[in-house]
């Protein structure tokens, strides 16, 4: 064969998935922070292709914290956004902002308070800690649910600068953290296991990891919608249950200061305590909503004084995409079940 003929062949063989390519939807995501695993469901989905097969090319818009995703979404900069929990859908409809929440792929919030190991017997007993350091938004919204329902002190809460050394130097101070990744920071630089208190099993019962976008946009496009989300439930599925390597990669090539044991920490952390698979999920599949889960966090926000009463709640989500049940095949057979 010629140059020119190999080269004619060569050009005829990526002509299909040059054709495949120009097909594909063009969707961009922003995350709520720089890429880490817990957002390793989305470049699981990316890496393996997940999204392509039902039409989209996702761009993955990275977060921190000089970049306000939210907004570029609400400017139509964006499509899709990771929001935290509830409490933002809560606000968007006082304030009249058309956000509608489409998935939830953290059946529970990773939000917990740690404590040195064995000084505190029960979550209660943190009521006797000498301080517990809780930045300003945990302490206008879970620290004051903490006060409502368990009646927690005002005083005790100390603001915390996100630097765990105070913490780790008073044996009797708590600290707020993300179970997925404070807990491996504190072994690392204290050198003990500190006692995690997992907020959402003591009932602080928001979702997180919320995949929102404008209310037009589910309207008008609700097959793009439906891709996104039964995707990334089944990008979720293969991150925790099959092999996180593709994924993984592509965390760590966009950011260079994320380490493979700080990821396989946090993996570990998410299975242990069913933060993306438990409760709804187990029967509808990852990324599903029960919408009297919804309205029992939103009464116990109201009660904080953290929510305003009277808010159509219902207007801001819909169970349409999330509850198809579309990665629960795909959950069970990575399982073995």
């Given at each position: 064969?010629?140059?020119?003929?190999?080269?004619?062949a060569l050009v005829l063989a990526t002509l299909p998935l040059a054709a495949?390519?120009?097909?594909?939807?063009?969707?961009?995501?922003?995350?709520?922070?720089?890429?880490?695993?817990?957002?390793?469901?989305?470049?699981?989905?990316?890496?393996?292709?997940?999204?392509?097969?039902?039409?989209?090319?996702?761009?993955?818009?990275?977060?921190?914290?000089?970049?306000?995703?939210?907004?570029?979404?609400?400017?139509?900069?964006?499509?899709?956004?990771?929001?935290?929990?509830?409490?933002?859908?809560?606000?968007?409809?006082?304030?009249?902002?058309?956000?509608?929440?489409?998935?939830?792929h953290f059946q529970k919030e990773p939000q917990v308070l740690l404590s040195?190991?064995?000084?505190?017997?029960?979550?209660?007993?943190?009521?006797?800690?000498?301080?517990?350091?809780?930045?300003?938004?945990?302490?206008?919204?879970?620290?004051?649910?903490?006060?409502?329902?368990?009646?927690?002190?005002?005083?005790?809460?100390?603001?915390?600068?996100?630097?765990?050394?105070?913490?780790?130097?008073?044996?009797?101070?708590?600290?707020?953290?993300?179970?997925?990744?404070?807990?491996?920071?504190?072994?690392?630089?204290?050198?003990?296991?500190?006692?995690?208190?997992?907020?959402?099993?003591?009932?602080?019962?928001?979702?997180?990891?919320?995949?929102?976008?404008?209310?037009?946009?589910?309207?008008?496009?609700?097959?793009?919608?439906?891709?996104?989300?039964?995707?990334?439930?089944?990008?979720?599925?293969?991150?925790?249950?099959?092999?996180?390597?593709?994924?993984?990669?592509?965390?760590?090539?966009?950011?260079?200061?994320?380490?493979?044991?700080?990821?396989?920490?946090?993996?570990?952390?998410?299975?242990?305590y069913g933060i993306v698979d438990s409760g709804t999920s187990l029967e509808?599949?990852?990324?599903?909503?029960?919408?009297?889960?919804?309205?029992?966090?939103?009464?116990?926000?109201?009660?904080?004084?953290?929510?305003?009463?009277?808010?159509?709640?219902?207007?801001?989500?819909?169970?349409?995409?999330?509850?198809?049940?579309?990665?629960?095949?795909?959950?069970?057979?990575?399982?073995?079940?």
């Open positions: 064969m010629t140059k020119t003929a190999t080269a004619m495949a390519a120009e097909d594909l939807t063009h969707v961009t995501f922003g995350t709520n922070w720089v890429p880490e695993a817990e957002h390793g469901g989305y470049y699981q989905a990316v890496a393996t292709g997940l999204y392509n097969e039902c039409g989209l090319d996702v761009e993955i818009v990275s977060g921190g914290p000089q970049v306000n995703n939210r907004a570029l979404l609400m400017a139509g900069k964006i499509d899709f956004n990771m929001a935290g929990n509830l409490l933002l859908p809560f606000n968007s409809i006082e304030q009249g902002i058309p956000v509608k929440v489409v998935a939830a040195h190991p064995g000084v505190f017997a029960t979550f209660e007993d943190l009521k006797n800690a000498s301080q517990i350091f809780v930045g300003d938004a945990g302490y206008q919204s879970y620290y004051q649910w903490m006060v409502n329902a368990f009646g927690f002190p005002q005083e005790l809460r100390v603001p915390y600068t996100f630097n765990a050394a105070p913490f780790i130097a008073d044996e009797n101070s708590a600290q707020q953290a993300y179970v997925t990744s404070e807990p491996y920071a504190v072994e690392s630089q204290g050198g003990f296991t500190p006692d995690v208190w997992v907020l959402a099993d003591l009932g602080f019962s928001t979702y997180a990891t919320l995949v929102e976008t404008m209310t037009d946009t589910v309207e008008t496009k609700p097959e793009v919608v439906k891709c996104f989300v039964e995707a990334s439930s089944k990008g979720w599925a293969s991150y925790l249950y099959g092999d996180p390597t593709p994924g993984n990669d592509l965390i760590m090539a966009q950011n260079s200061e994320m380490s493979a044991e700080q990821i396989a920490f946090s993996i570990e952390m998410m299975k242990k509808l599949g990852i990324g599903a909503m029960d919408p009297a889960v919804i309205k029992d966090f939103y009464d116990k926000m109201v009660a904080a004084g953290v929510a305003t009463a009277g808010l159509d709640i219902e207007s801001t989500y819909t169970t349409e995409f999330s509850n198809t049940g579309a990665a629960l095949e795909l959950t069970a057979e990575l399982q073995g079940k």
